[in-house]
């Protein structure tokens, strides 16, 4: 009877073990998830906001001004992926802007 008692208990404990390790794993996860949403939230943002910056002229240098708008956010980045992010962004803007602005961001130049 007393071994049963004691497996019983190991049991319990691994158990409630696993379910806390899940539960860590999940919230990790789900928050990676929504960091990712934030991100490619703010990458549209900046898209834009360089766009708007370049037509009034406050900037010549979108891709410059759009990677400072995500910089003052806070946000942790690798900037590759930005980059490809931005230009992912840039292919989403209505045609004949698309083709103006893809041009000067893949090379690297905003004027």
Known sequence: M??????TSIAEALITLLIAVVGVVYTY???????ADQLDRWVQIAVSAA???YKTGMTEDRK????GVLAKQGLKLD????????EAAVNQLPS?????????????RGD
């Not at 590759?80 to 992010?85: R, S, T």
């Not at 083709?99 to 690297?108: F, N, V, Y």
Request: aromatic share 4%; hydrophobic share 40%; proline share 0%.
């Open 2 to 7: 007393m071994e049963l008692l004691d497996v």
């Open 29 to 35: 996860l789900r928050n990676k998830s929504n960091n």
């Open 51 to 53: 766009e708007q910056a």
């Open 64 to 67: 410059a001004y759009a990677q």
């Open 79 to 86: 900037w590759g992926k930005v980059d490809d992010m931005i």
């Open 96 to 108: 004949a802007q698309r083709t103006a602005t893809s041009e000067i961001m893949l090379d690297g």
